[in-house]
């Protein structure tokens, strides 16, 4: 069964850093593209980030420059480093798998990220 | 980047009817075009794939079509269960886009 697992997440203050960690289980990790997907509170799904399995990276307009994706294939994990966080960046940050058609198969519980003052 | 427009954001009905949501994309992504459900609560889950494709494990009850700019999902004999938000995804180009929903209520 697949599995993917987040942590990291928290209350952080305005500017500040953050790192969330996927640990996933249940397929060999190191064969797929991996996803950031964040949801807001009321508020659609949006993409935040994707990391390929040779380590390319692709991001948002949103995000770019501010948050960085990577992955430990020996360690099965997955992370997103997020840095001059805003108050627009506060939603559940889900971790995501892609499939073999481009569509995102299985998807983590999610962990929540409020920055507020 | 390509703009996914839900219809309707909401819809009511009952238990047993057939419903259709529609999906419009602002350019053309083929049928690089994905459908998902989520109950509140939890993460979202993969319905169909490549614009028609039934992810396994999800009842037939579910279908889906189109190609090119609009889509649309058809649950055939609704049952309790599937009164969720469902959501349609374009994976043609990055960034990957979300449409904004469709709540489904009872």
């Known amino acids: 069964e697949v599995l993917l697992v987040e942590s990291g997440g928290g209350l952080i203050q305005p500017g500040g850093s953050l790192t969330l960690s996927c640990a996933a289980s249940?397929?060999?990790?190191?064969?797929?593209?991996m996803h950031w997907v964040r949801q807001t509170a009321g508020r659609s799904l949006e993409w935040v980030s994707a990391?390929?399995?040779?380590?390319?990276?692709y991001y948002p307009d949103s995000v770019k420059g501010r948050f960085t994706v990577s992955r430990d294939n020996a360690k099965d994990s997955l992370y997103l480093q997020m840095t001059s966080l805003r108050a627009v960046d506060t939603a559940l940050y889900y971790c995501?798998?892609?499939?073999?058609?481009?569509?995102?198969?299985?998807w983590g519980q999610g962990i929540l990220v409020t920055v507020s003052s | 980047d390509i703009q996914l427009t839900q219809s309707p954001s909401s819809l009511s009905a009952s238990v047993g009817d057939r419903v259709t949501i529609t999906c419009r994309a602002s350019?053309?992504?083929?049928?690089?075009l994905h459908w998902y459900q989520q109950r509140p609560g939890t993460p979202p889950k993969l319905l169909i794939h490549?614009?028609?494709s039934l992810q396994s494990g999800v009842p037939s009850r579910f279908s889906a079509s189109g190609s090119g700019t609009e889509f649309t999902l058809t649950i055939s004999g609704l049952q309790p269960e599937d009164f969720a938000t469902y959501y349609c995804?374009?994976?043609?180009?990055?960034?990957?886009?979300f449409g904004q929903g469709t709540k489904l209520e009872i």
């Open positions: 995501v798998r892609e499939g073999p058609n481009w569509e995102f198969d299985s």
């Open positions: 990391i390929g399995t040779g380590g390319d990276s």
């Open positions: 350019q053309s992504i083929a049928t690089i």
């Open positions: 490549s614009a028609s």
């Open positions: 249940g397929f060999t990790f190191s064969n797929f593209d």
């Open positions: 995804q374009q994976t043609y180009k990055i960034p990957r886009t």
